[in-house]
């Protein structure tokens, strides 16, 4: 990916009306699991990113619905957000302190990238590094005890770390920044703000107190 382009990235939230048509002309649209964003949030599909660990690596892999799906079907490549040997790693520490998630850390990545391969998708696992940085960028907006930064913010920072050049338009919808409790949404909400006010991106309109996160 290289140039001047629109990267569209459309979380599963409320996407006010009439924000379809900008969607859908930007020149790469990146959508989150089940797409739930394909609607009033336009249904160019380019990217579809992935929870690849946990219940819904699981739901997603099971069952054909989603591999189905319309937007699925469409992208040509499929992002896995999660680093299976970090979430390894926090199997341990989350079974003392979030006993409740013993699946949280189940690596379904060899499924996605299975079926990647036999539809002819390009698979793409972000980085541990991606996610170790933004933790480090997070502590400095005083974020409550978080488990990890939801997917929607891995792949921000993923896209202007690794993906965007310095002339292309980073711009984000469905973003509402609530959510799973233990994703840090306060502090992600500041830390997108920071983004937008340095210029790193920018909202495709301003966020809606009803608006669900990423």
């Known amino acids: 990916m290289s140039g001047s382009r629109t990267i569209m990235i459309v979380g599963n939230g409320e996407v006010p009306d009439g924000a379809s048509v900008s969607i859908d002309a930007a020149d790469i649209v990146v959508r989150f699991n089940d797409c739930r964003s394909v609607g009033s949030g336009g249904h160019k599909t380019d990217i579809v990113a992935v929870c690849n660990t946990g219940r819904p690596g699981l739901a997603m892999l099971g069952g054909g619905r989603w591999k189905t799906s319309a937007p699925v079907r469409q992208a040509r490549e499929i992002w896995c957000v999660r680093s299976g040997a970090k979430f390894a790693a926090m199997r341990v520490g989350l079974a003392e302190t979030h006993p409740d998630l013993d699946d949280f850390c189940d690596d379904y990545t060899v499924g996605f990238e299975s079926f990647s391969r036999s539809t002819g998708r390009h ?72 983004l937008a006010a340095g210029g790193r991106l920018r909202r495709l309109h301003p966020l809606s107190s009803s608006s669900q996160g990423a």
């Open 123 to 194: 698979v793409r696992i972000v980085s541990a590094a991606v996610h170790d940085q933004l933790d480090r960028d997070l502590a400095g907006f005083s974020p409550n005890p978080y488990v990890v930064p939801s997917s929607g913010l891995i792949v921000i920072a993923d896209i202007l770390s690794n993906i965007a050049t310095a002339d292309d338009d980073v711009v984000l919808a469905g973003f509402g920044h609530v959510g799973w409790e233990w994703h840090p949404f306060d502090a992600e909400r500041r830390y997108v703000d920071a």
